[in-house]
């Protein structure tokens, strides 16, 4: 207890000695005279930065709170889209873009070439189904019941054998359609060139026609000849994945591929040339017998298919090779 009463009276000593100094102080006459720039340029900040401990300032910083306390739709109303869009410069940030790059990052092509393939791919394989049913129709029709796997579920592959009714005619359409337009096309070129040159009236439409249509006959036979010789198939065949070969499988000459386009017509006689594609065991029709040739499903790289639920309709062929 008097240990205690000896510091209040030296508290209270120092105190009544303090005091009044402290008051005849002037604060602002003292911070006037302090030269704050000088404070700064002594002070290190690198040291000063150095003996903050990071991690315990940022561990009592509240940031649910402070995120609580941002006025995000005040911000936002405040902030001028229009000249934020202004100062984008479009063009530079598209001149920057690889678009090569991306491209081939994206694999587009690739996309845009498998899609357009499966998609070809399916209308084939429909075709070869509806050939599958035509040809076993057919020859239930003349009673020769061939041996036949049963149905499975799974497509049955179908290449290099003999390929049908439906996929042949649908190649022979398209090719129709081809010829049309290109003959049209030369018929134009040369009415136009002929008017340029020559004469002002120039019109095909009224001279010999008999002879047009001997030209037309003559063009579709130089285009089907020159597809055969070449590559052993047409536009129409190459789309739907048929091809032309000789019964060994090997390509087919200049002269059969001749033989073939000119014996073509007579197959129209009463249509008794394409009886043998639906009826007969290889498929080969009247001008196929003549040019000892064949037409199978040949779908390139990729295996020729009959889907799963026309496959009981299949009846299995020598395959040509």
Request: aromatic share 8%; glycine share 8%; charged share 20%.
């Amino acid at each position: 207890m008097v240990g205690d009463s000896a510091r209040r009276s030296v508290n209270r000593i120092v105190g009544s000695l303090v005091q009044p100094v402290v008051n005849a102080v002037d604060m602002d006459e003292v911070l006037g005279g302090v030269d704050v720039d000088a404070v700064l340029e002594r002070v290190d900040i690198n040291e000063v930065l150095d003996r903050v401990d990071v991690d315990r300032l940022l561990a009592r910083i509240d940031v649910d709170g402070l995120i609580d306390r941002v006025d995000v739709d005040k911000i936002l109303t405040r902030v001028d889209i229009d000249a934020l869009l202004q100062r984008i410069d479009v063009d530079h940030l598209i001149s920057r873009i690889d678009v090569a790059k991306v491209v081939a990052d994206a694999n587009i092509g690739n996309v845009v070439t498998d899609s357009a393939t499966s998609v070809l791919d399916f209308g084939r394989a429909q075709l070869n189904g509806l050939d599958a049913m035509t040809a076993s129709a057919g020859r239930r029709l003349i009673r020769k019941h061939d041996p036949r796997p049963g149905a499975t579920t799974t497509a049955q592959a179908i290449t290099h054998t003999p390929a049908s009714a439906f996929t042949r005619l649908t190649a022979y359409i398209i090719d129709i359609a081809i010829i049309s337009l290109l003959f049209g096309v030369s018929v134009f070129l040369i009415t136009y060139l002929a008017n340029l040159f020559f004469t002002n009236n120039f019109d095909p439409t009224q001279n010999d026609g008999p002879l047009w249509a001997a030209l037309s006959v003559g063009f579709a036979g130089l285009y089907f000849w020159t597809g055969l010789a070449l590559v052993g198939r047409t536009v129409g065949k190459a789309l739907l994945g048929l091809r032309v070969v000789a019964l060994d499988g090997s390509q087919v000459g200049a002269g059969h591929a001749l033989i073939r386009v000119l014996v073509f017509p007579f197959s129209f006689i009463l249509g008794l040339g394409f009886l043998p594609i639906v009826f007969g065991r290889d498929r080969r029709a009247l001008h196929d017998a003549a040019a000892s040739t064949i037409e199978v499903y040949d779908w390139g790289d990729r295996v020729a298919v009959l889907p799963s639920r026309f496959t009981r309709w299949f009846t299995p062929h020598p395959r040509v090779g």
